[in-house]
């Protein structure tokens, strides 16, 4: 699989490091109760189909990556910068 990295250009997926679902917003620690941590750590849904990811781009440019991909052929249809994605979710843009 080959990831095209927003400013390395096309590379290798060995040059990145997977993280998981760019969906899901993290609980505030100070704030969440035990079951609400408990769910965004344990329970995750394995879905088949396009899925938004963060990758780490650690051989190359370091850059955090939301990458669109399907799991089932490994397409991927987009990549971002997570900063951009980050951005957006704060000032409720459209992506």
Same mark, same amino acid.
């Given at each position: 699989?080959?990831? &095209?990295?927003?400013?390395?250009?096309?590379?290798?997926?060995?040059?990145?490091?997977? /993280?998981?679902?760019?969906? /899901?917003?993290?609980?505030?620690?100070?704030?969440?109760? !035990?079951?609400?941590?408990?769910?965004?750590?344990? %329970? &995750?849904?394995? %879905?088949?189909?396009?899925?938004?990811? /963060?990758?780490?781009?650690? !051989?190359?440019? &370091?850059?955090? /990556?939301?990458?669109?991909?399907?799991? &089932?052929?490994?397409?991927?249809?987009?990549?971002?910068?997570?900063?951009?994605?980050?951005?957006?979710?704060?000032?409720?843009?459209?992506?």
């Amino acid at each position: 699989m080959r990831i &095209r990295c927003s400013h390395c250009g096309e590379r290798d997926n060995g040059e990145f490091s997977y /993280l998981g679902d760019a969906t /899901l917003a993290r609980p505030d620690g100070m704030e969440a109760d !035990a079951a609400a941590m408990y769910d965004y750590v344990y %329970l &995750r849904d394995n %879905l088949a189909g396009e899925h938004r990811e /963060l990758w780490y781009h650690g !051989a190359g440019c &370091r850059a955090w /990556l939301v990458v669109t991909r399907d799991t &089932r052929t490994h397409t991927i249809s987009d990549v971002s910068p997570a900063r951009d994605v980050a951005r957006t979710r704060r000032t409720g843009e459209a992506a």
